[in-house]
């Protein structure tokens, strides 16, 4: 998978996370919970967080970063999401395993990690070849091992000891 994810992209996106004033993170359905995952980590490398649609999720604006997943290119509710992201100034980083999709036009920035989605689960088969996996469960695994890796880089990047991201993890387990 390390030779078909673009290394500039990756870098690029976490360059972004980090210039960023706030991040919101969304993604529907699985692709959510990865995303849910990934915001967890981001916590406790010491980024100001959040996942859209919860109660104490702040409003975007000029400086922060939208990051949405939208595995097969296109989704109203990521479209819409990003349209309000936008208007509001806000950066817009999307997650596909797609190149194009009217969803991804909204977006200032674009990692695309080419794995199986529910959207390219039937009928002919890519290059990428045929998942034994069900649905999009190879992108979503993709994304959060593409997440993880991210988490190291953003770590080196932070200068942010072990000590300091463990200290931010919740004491309420």
């Known amino acids: 998978m390390a030779d078909l ?3 500039v992209a990756v870098e690029a996106a976490c360059a972004r ?3 960023a004033r706030r991040v919101m993170l969304y993604g529907c359905g699985r692709e959510g ?3 849910r995952a990934f915001a967890m ?3 406790h490398l010491g980024v100001a967080v959040s996942m859209q649609g919860d109660l104490a999720a702040p409003p975007l604006g000029v400086g922060d970063l939208f990051f949405v997943a939208c595995g097969p290119g296109e989704l ?3 479209t819409a999401l990003a349209g309000v992201a936008r208007a509001a100034g806000a950066g817009v980083l999307m997650v ?3 190149g194009s999709g009217a969803s991804l036009a909204l977006a200032d920035q674009v990692l695309v990690i080419p794995a199986q989605t529910m959207a390219s689960d039937l009928g002919a088969r890519d290059v990428r070849g045929k998942s034994v996996l069900p649905m999009g469960s190879l992108f979503e695994g993709a994304m959060f091992l593409v997440f993880e890796i991210m ?3 953003l770590r080196d990047m932070k200068g ?8 931010r993890h919740t004491n309420m387990e």
């Open 41 to 43: 980590r981001l916590y």
């Open 76 to 78: 109203s509710t990521v």
């Open 33 to 35: 919970l990865m995303m």
């Open 96 to 98: 596909t395993a797609e």
């Open 151 to 153: 988490v190291l880089r």
């Open 17 to 19: 996370i980090l210039g």
């Open 160 to 167: 942010e000891p072990a000590e300091a991201m463990r200290a």
């Open 5 to 7: 994810i673009d290394a």
